[in-house]
Every structure is written in C-alpha cells, then in structure tokens.
C-alpha cells in the first residue's frame, strides 16, 4: 500500500500516510484521531470467518443454552425461547432484540461473503446497509448482558451450561472480529476509491475539499453538488448540527427521568410482584457479592447516559458561544462517547434474558417493566445525538478563534 494523502475525519486536516507497516497504526498528528489500523485485513479473509460465524450462529439458536435446576425444578433453555416468551406481550422489545443481535449481524455478515467470496461488486444501496447493519450491530453488548444476567441467574437458581452457550459465544467472537475488521468505509472503496488529493498541512475546507461523513469519500466541492459515492448533498458540515443534536437531547432527558424512575423490570414470587428500577438492580448486584458488575451497570446505564447529554450539551454551547481553548481534549471525550454509547444497553439485554430465562424456568416470573422502553429510546436518541453532532465544529471554532486572535 503506498503513500496517500487523506483528510481527518475528526478535524478536517490533510494528512500524508506512509505506506503501511503491519502492526504500525497512523494517527492525526493535530487531534490524535485514529485514520489506519496496524492491523488490516481483505474482504476475503473476514469472509471466510463469516461463514463459519453463520454456521455456528444458527447452530446456537436451536440447541439448549441452559438449563437451570433449584428445590427439584429443572428446565432448559434455548435462545429460540427468547422470541416465543416476548411475542406475545412485549413484540417492540422482540424486535429490538432481534434486530440488533439477529438480523443486522445476519445482513452484515452475509454481504461480506457475497463481496469477498462470491466476488460480487457492491452498489450504492449495499454499501449504505452495509454501514447501517454495522453501525447498530450491538452482538459485543449482548454477550455482556448474557454475562450479568448469569450473575444475576447464580443467585436464584443454579445454572448449567450447554452446546448452545458454547456455540454461542464462539459465534459472538468471530462476528466482533468480523465487525472490527470490515468498517463501512471498507465497503466503500470497494464500491468506488476515493482519489481526491487535498495538500497536507491545509485542511480541507480551506481547500474547498469535503469529507462525506456518511461514506468518508474526499472530493471538490466546486466540482459535486452531492457525494460521488453516496449521493449525499455536498455541505462542508453536518448540516444543521447544533439544532438537530439539540433536538435530540432535549427528547432524551423527557425520557431519561421515566426510564430512570419507574420500574425496569417486575419480579413475580409465590404471587407477589415487586417491581425494581435500574438502582434497584445495581443494589442487588452489590449485595450479591458482584461488585465489579454493579459498577459495570451503574457506569453504563446511569453515569453515560447523563454523560454523553452534558457532554453534547457543553460541545453545543462552547462551539456556539464560546471560544475553545483545547479542542484535542474535546475531541478526545467526544469519540470517547461516541464509542462507548451503545454499551448503555446491556440493562436492555439484562432484561429480556431474565424475562424469558427465569419465566422458562417455573421457579419465577420476570417481566419487563415499561421503564425498559424508555430506557432503550433515551440510548438510541443519544446515540443519533451524537452521530449528528460534527466534531470538526470544534476545530472549526479553535482555529476561527486563533485567527481573531492574531489580527
């Protein structure tokens, strides 16, 4: 791979890579945003681990994941229990839950093998499903929930694993293997190479070049009225940034409240149900002795949400009305953000496993509460939040600011 010339999708600097070195990754020498990985990989190689992702996948889903035996009841589980148990009274949490674990993993991983093994050229439409499955493909979050809800399981009943759970697991590390390793943009420069060839040293906009945030394709604005790749308008920002994440955040904290407030989930023993919110469950976590994963529940469904709509908050105003002093910081805990906000919805997952676990089981009955629903919206609004907000705002607000300065 030779030297090429690329525009920081973080701060819009033109920045000159070398060729690549495995094991030597390249990063922004202004914002320190990562723009290659030490570790790269074809299409073909992630395919071929697709396939056996699929195979082991739908092996798991049909053979007994668990079982769980206490005061002489025995029962075991298959991950097909899941979707029987919740289609009847809860079908919007079967659907997140099948959509975000299920079928978007499914489709992402089905068109790598078609464009790495079947040798098919990706279109316009494959490569913006490709970048959708991927980007709500939440398998790494699930895998979590599956092991807090063990935690959780341990402490009423004992638990027995079976071929299901092995397979399970095997499967959800090789499709986080094929997520990291295939990134939209990938998909993208097999559909069509981005060649434009900004100066480095400059950054983009003040040489009329845009990065597309939806496809990272470099062009010339004076010669595109939409991207050349994906057809988007050509705006050397996100347009609307401010207002849009504003709007979001606002709709998040109406839900943050109900979804913090009422309870998460409802237990049913000997007829009595107590319902329990998200606080409650870090407290009970606690004091069964699991500390380590109370605070892992108390960071991911407290402490980041309310995070990320400061933070979103703080950027809004600063690049509004303020001059930034430090825009490495503020793009540092941007992405930080950025990363970590679909991690808020292991509470989801937490809670539709115990559902249908536990009223599999016959020992109990666990349903969920309405505070699920609003929990699950305030993580998917934040999470669009912050996929609206454009960090080059930062820089462009610093950089602004610098040159006042000097006149």
């Avoid at 299920?102 to 089905?110: A, I």
């Avoid at 109406?254 to 000997?270: D, K, Q, R, V, W």
């Avoid at 666990?366 to 929990?375: K, R």
């Avoid at 960090?391 to 950089?399: C, G, Q, S």
């Amino acid at each position: 791979m030779s030297a090429r010339i690329v525009l920081c999708p973080s701060c819009d600097q033109a920045v000159t890579l070398p060729p690549y070195e495995h094991g030597k990754k390249c990063v922004c020498p202004v914002c320190g945003a990562l723009l290659r990985s030490g570790h790269l990989n074809t299409i073909k190689n992630s395919a071929i681990c697709a396939i056996a992702t699929l195979i082991l996948l739908f092996c798991a889903i049909f053979q007994p994941f668990l079982s769980i035996e206490s005061l002489g009841i025995y029962h075991e589980i298959a991950l097909s229990s899941i979707f029987g148990v919740l289609k009847s009274d809860w079908s919007l949490l079967l659907t997140v839950f099948l959509l975000f674990t299920f079928l978007l993993p499914t489709v992402m991983l089905l068109q790598q093998i078609l464009i790495g093994l079947c040798g098919q050229s990706p279109e316009r439409i494959f490569c913006k499903l490709y970048a959708f499955c991927h980007r709500f493909c939440m398998v790494d979050v699930f895998v979590f929930g599956v092991i807090v809800s063990l935690v959780k399981l341990t402490s009423l009943a004992r638990v027995n694993f079976h071929a299901g759970f092995y397979l399970g697991f095997i499967a959800s590390m090789l499709l986080i293997y094929c997520w990291v390793k295939v990134p939209p943009t990938k998909m993208w420069d097999a559909y069509m190479p981005s060649t434009a060839a900004p100066r480095p040293g400059i950054r983009g906009i003040e040489q009329g070049f845009i990065y597309c945030k939806h496809c990272g394709c470099v062009y010339l604005a004076a010669k595109h009225h939409h991207c050349p790749r994906c057809r988007q308008i050509s705006t050397y920002r996100i347009a609307g940034s401010r207002q849009r994440t504003l709007a979001l955040l606002l709709a998040a904290l109406i839900l943050y409240l109900p979804a913090n407030l009422y309870p998460i989930m409802f237990t049913t023993y000997l007829g009595n149900a107590v319902g329990s919110n998200i606080v409650d469950g870090v407290i009970s976590l606690w004091d069964m002795n699991s500390q380590a994963v109370a605070l892992i529940i108390l960071f991911a469904s407290i402490f980041i949400p309310v995070f990320k709509i400061v933070l979103l908050l703080l950027l809004i105003y600063l690049t509004r009305h303020q001059q930034v002093s430090k825009p490495a910081w503020l793009s540092g805990f941007y992405r930080v953000i950025s990363f970590i906000g679909k991690w808020s919805m292991i509470d989801v997952f937490v809670v539709i496993i115990m559902s249908a676990t536990v009223r599999m089981s016959g020992l109990l009955t666990i349903d969920p509460g309405f505070a699920i629903i609003a929990f699950c919206a305030v993580v998917l609004i934040t999470m669009a939040a912050a996929e609206l907000f454009d960090e080059r705002l930062i820089w462009d607000n610093f950089y602004a600011g610098t040159e006042r300065s000097t006149r």
